[in-house]
């Protein structure tokens, strides 16, 4: 890839790189340490010491991603599908979302959340692989940030602009555009 081709993935890498320059920041998820989806080649300029690859159980992904922030740790929790993203559900809205209110404002978790959407094209991968949820989970959370990288001039600025407010943020990128 050439050094000035600025392409979707290239963002992605490129914020995922800012990230992991940054020294309390910790990739946790399926396929951030051994290939088998997009994930893994997104995380190829962070360092292997920074990424925990975790079995396919999404709750407890984001149990352990709220409890790493609770210790100084900002996790980017990766979830190669959105489909299966929605299996976390339960930390993410009922805990991730609310913490900060109901601790009396003791408590702010910061966790960068990658989701990603299955692409159809140039192979479809089947209806649990390609849903797209975000504006349902935009209904049922009221405090997270939800961002949609649709575009691939927003997709540096906006993880960027995350970390600098920790602001707790759920990105959902398209495999598509990758």
């Known amino acids: 890839m050439g050094e000035f081709l600025m392409t979707y993935k290239s963002e992605i890498i490129k ?8 020294s309390n920041t910790i990739f946790l998820g399926q396929s ?3 290939p088998g989806n997009l994930i893994y080649g997104s995380l190829e300029k962070v360092p292997n010491k920074k990424k925990l690859e975790l079995p396919v159980f ?12 609770l210790n100084g ?3 980017v929790t990766c979830y190669p599908r959105f489909d299966f993203f929605i ?12 913490l900060y209110m109901i601790s009396s404002k003791e408590y702010k978790p910061f966790v960068i959340i990658r989701v990603l959407v299955g692409s159809k094209k140039p192979i479809d991968a089947g209806l649990q692989h390609t849903q797209n949820y ?3 989970l935009k209904s049922m959370v009221k405090y997270l940030k939800i961002v949609e990288l649709k575009n691939k001039n927003q997709i540096f600025k906006e993880y960027k602009k995350c970390f600098d407010k920790k602001l707790a943020t759920i990105f959902v990128e ?3 555009m990758y």
């Open 15 to 22: 914020s995922m790189k800012y990230l992991g320059q940054k």
């Open 32 to 34: 951030v340490a051994v």
């Open 58 to 69: 999404e709750d407890t992904q984001m149990g352990m991603s709220i409890g790493l922030s």
């Open 73 to 75: 740790f900002i996790p």
């Open 87 to 98: 299996l976390s559900l339960n930390q993410t809205i009922n805990h991730l979302d609310k």
């Open 134 to 136: 975000s504006r349902e």
């Open 174 to 176: 398209y495999s598509s």
